[in-house]
């Protein structure tokens, strides 16, 4: 049974200040849910926010993590360094890193591989770009995303990945993908998986929608059968936002 999942993705935003109060305000708002709920700070307050939110039920995961375990890689943190101070999730592949860092499939696949070989959960991202959806090549796109990185792995690494599909026209343009395009997506993921692997895992993996949820949208883009939940940028950075988007999930 896949589980439902809102997750925050704070990019580079919040010193520890307003991290701690945006933390404290979070919890003290969280409603009853059955979903998790995860907030990604920024690296240099991981620490703090694990121990701020060593009572919560929401957890605390990583924006990024390189693929050595070690060495000379100025900048970088490893599986090893999340683990030690309590991270156990860590985002790989978002549309950023790929745009803006030049992290292409290749490398990804290494960082899915230490990831997992590490017991660190992998939240997967990838879509396309809006020349892509333009040229009808939005589907060919998302399956080689996930065909380059993800299916030299054996069945059973699937239980510690999460997908999110992130059409990048969407994220930070104030567009969004209307429900039934990010559903119509989702259900290819599913199909691809299966004739990859099997329906069992194509059914089991959440797949979440990464791409300018707000409260108001929030709760017909989770109510698609093959949505299971949301990677949330901007509006996770506001306590009232992010919560009336768990409360759609």
């Not at 790989?92 to 017991?119: M, N, P, Q």
């Not at 599913?190 to 949820?213: F, H, M, P, Q, W």
């Not at 299971?228 to 901007?234: A, W």
Request: hydrophobic share 45%.
């Amino acid at each position: 049974m896949r589980s439902k999942i809102v997750a925050g993705n704070w990019k580079m935003n919040k010193n520890l200040a307003e991290t701690e109060a945006l933390l404290a305000e979070l919890s003290a708002k969280l409603p009853d849910t059955s979903a998790e709920v995860m907030v990604a700070p920024t690296y240099i307050n991981l620490t703090s926010a694990v121990r701020h939110l060593e009572s919560s039920a929401i957890e605390v995961i990583a924006q990024n993590m390189h693929f050595a375990e070690s060495g000379a890689y100025t900048g970088e943190i490893s599986a090893d360094m999340l683990l030690n101070v309590g991270i156990n999730t860590a985002i790989i592949g978002h549309s950023e890193r790929r745009a803006y860092f030049g992290e292409t499939d290749e490398i990804l696949a290494k960082k899915v591989t230490t990831a997992l070989s590490k017991g660190i959960r992998v939240m997967f991202c990838f879509g396309e770009e809006l020349a892509d959806r333009k040229s009808d090549n939005h589907f060919k796109v998302v399956e080689s995303q996930l065909k380059n990185a993800l299916f030299a792995l054996d069945a059973s690494s699937w239980s510690k990945i999460v997908l999110a599909y992130e059409p990048v026209w969407a994220i930070g343009t104030g567009e969004t993908a209307s429900p039934e395009q990010a559903q119509e997506m989702h259900a290819f993921i599913r199909k691809t998986i299966t004739e990859a692997y099997d329906a069992s895992i194509a059914n089991d993996v959440s797949i979440l929608y990464g791409g300018s949820v707000k409260p108001a949208n929030a709760e017909e883009i989770f109510s698609k059968p093959d949505v299971d939940g949301g990677l949330i940028g901007g509006a996770s950075l506001v306590a009232d936002d992010f919560v009336a988007i768990i409360k759609a999930i």
